[in-house]
């Protein structure tokens, strides 16, 4: 999951700064994005989006004001309309309206981020509830937590990946509720090499929905200023670690080594249950490591899991990051394509 919202969250804390967060609840019509989008906004920056253009403007003057106003309740929701009303230069939308929540983060909320931060680490789904009320309460709820409220319950349900929300109505003397969905992505990608391409693939994967894993067998070959969300492993055996991949995982193989990038392609036409098996080099690499897989005794269709040469075709740009728009295109063109078809 990419939680740059959370990672800015525990840094307005940490510094003592204050900030708010913002999250889309439902939408109606055409909008940059769905319910369940955030961003965090301080008096400095954003972390996160909610779709961009002028509903997200609109929507950072919102949580501003609400962060200088102590008046204010400390958690609101209002209705945002795409129409002229937000402005003459309206690029995006299309005519429709979001219902957004704007809450004020401080020092008392250090607990339920905390938390949401340990299950995030953990790659499990959670809810944050937050009730609207003068003094708001946010709590995270947790598959195995005790009492669920059945909207919560409904959007833990296995197997859901898709960001959610949902404006619970106060009843029976309880106060009215948001509910958002925090899911791990289904988008896992297994990286292996640390190189210029790795580098490169890594930073315009950094605004992907999808969990990226890093792996490299130097262990100080990795990027100091690389985002506190992306898991980096140092291997002494990479190969090793294809055995930790989910099923359905997508890996990228660009060691620097060819003996290695073999290794780590045979463990993983082995096993069978991949979504994405590409390696970088030439048709030259490609068949040579076909070659080492029949003198293994594999039978040639074995091969047919294996993306060599990578990138888009028609992108011919040889650069570490033109290399990485390339694969990064063909990467979501296939996820794309593969969730049409499920």
């Given at each position: 999951m990419s939680a740059d919202w959370l990672d800015a969250l525990e840094d307005a804390l940490a510094a003592g700064r204050g900030a708010a967060l913002v999250t889309v609840i439902e939408v109606e019509g055409s909008t940059p994005r769905g319910a369940g989008a955030r961003m965090t906004v301080t008096g400095e920056g954003i972390a996160g989006t909610i779709g961009g253009g002028r509903l997200e403007l609109v929507a950072i003057k919102r949580a501003r004001r609400l962060l200088s106003d102590g008046e204010r309740p400390g958690a609101m929701v209002e209705r945002l309309a795409l129409d002229r009303s937000l402005g003459p230069s309206l690029d995006r939308g299309g005519g429709g309206a979001a219902r957004i929540l704007v809450q004020r983060i401080g020092a008392a909320d250090a607990g339920w981020i905390g938390e949401a931060r340990a299950h995030a680490a953990k790659h499990r789904s959670f809810v944050v509830a937050t009730t609207l009320e003068d003094a708001p309460k946010t709590t995270v709820i947790a598959e195995d937590a005790p009492e669920t409220p059945d909207a919560a319950r409904a959007m833990l349900a296995p197997g859901r990946t898709a960001p959610g929300a949902a404006l619970i109505e106060a009843r029976d003397h309880a106060p009215a509720m948001v509910l958002g969905l925090v899911a791990p992505s289904d988008f896992v990608i297994f990286l292996f090499g640390a190189g210029h391409v790795g580098r490169a693939i890594a930073r315009v994967l950094e605004g992907v929905p999808c969990r990226l894993v890093w792996i490299d067998d130097?262990?100080?070959?990795?990027?100091?200023?690389?985002?506190?969300?992306?898991?980096?492993?140092?291997?002494?055996?990479?190969?090793?670690?294809?055995?930790?991949?989910?099923?359905?995982?997508?890996?990228?193989?660009?060691?620097?080594?060819?003996?290695?990038?073999?290794?780590?392609?045979?463990?993983?036409?082995?096993r069978g249950d991949f979504a994405y098996l590409g390696l970088i080099g030439s048709k030259i690499k490609r068949a040579r490591l076909a070659r080492r897989m029949a003198e293994a005794g594999y039978p040639p269709e074995i091969m047919r899991g294996l993306v060599c040469p990578i990138g888009l075709a028609g992108i011919s740009g040889r650069t570490p990051g033109e290399i990485a728009v390339a694969v990064a295109a063909e990467l979501l063109r296939l996820r794309d394509a593969s969730r049409v078809a499920r």
């Open positions: 130097r262990e100080d070959i990795f990027p100091p200023d690389r985002p506190r969300h992306m898991e980096t492993l140092f291997a002494a055996e990479p190969a090793r670690l294809v055995a930790h991949a989910p099923p359905g995982a997508w890996f990228l193989v660009m060691t620097h080594s060819h003996a290695l990038d073999f290794a780590i392609c045979e463990r993983v036409l082995t």
